[in-house]
């Protein structure tokens, strides 16, 4: 007895739909990739004592759009955390200025005890750069960053 006509028909097909089941399992494995691999930039803190202020206004920027640049007592200015002379600071500041539309905002972070010398020069050189927007942090600051984690 053979068998005629019927037999057996292939019952998968290929399917024009993208199947939805594992779109979730992929969307939570790459959101892992993302959270291992990136690496986020932590401003280190200086030792420093903060200076007093009698009031202070709260900075409403993105961490993105305020350059932190710190002196110290001795005349030593960090941007970035990295060392920089003096006379540098607006060849390196201008650029990364003008890289933002002349949206940054620079935070002066100096030592109550940095004489008043070292702040008139690295003023000069913000001013030579071009910018516009400068911030000098107070210990009243501190205690409303503080606060706000």
Known sequence: MGMRGGGFK????????IPSSSLADIAF????????????????DRPIEWPEAEAAEKIDEKQKNIL??????DGRVFIND?????????QVVAPLYAASDRAL??????????P??????LQKELTEAGVVRVVFA?????SMQRERR
Do not use: C, H
Not at 34 to 42: D, L, S
Not at 138 to 142: D, H, N, P, Y
């Open 138 to 142: 107070a210990q009243l600051e501190q």
């Open 10 to 17: 292939k019952s998968s097909e290929a399917s024009d739909e």
């Open 68 to 73: 932190n640049i710190w002196m110290e007592r």
């Open 105 to 114: 905002v620079i935070s002066i972070r100096g030592d109550r005890e940095v």
């Open 29 to 44: 494995l790459l959101l892992i990739f993302f959270m291992v691999t990136t690496v986020f930039q932590a401003d280190r």
């Open 116 to 121: 008043y010398l070292y702040l008139d020069l």
């Open 82 to 90: 990295q060392p920089y002379p003096m006379p540098d600071v607006s």
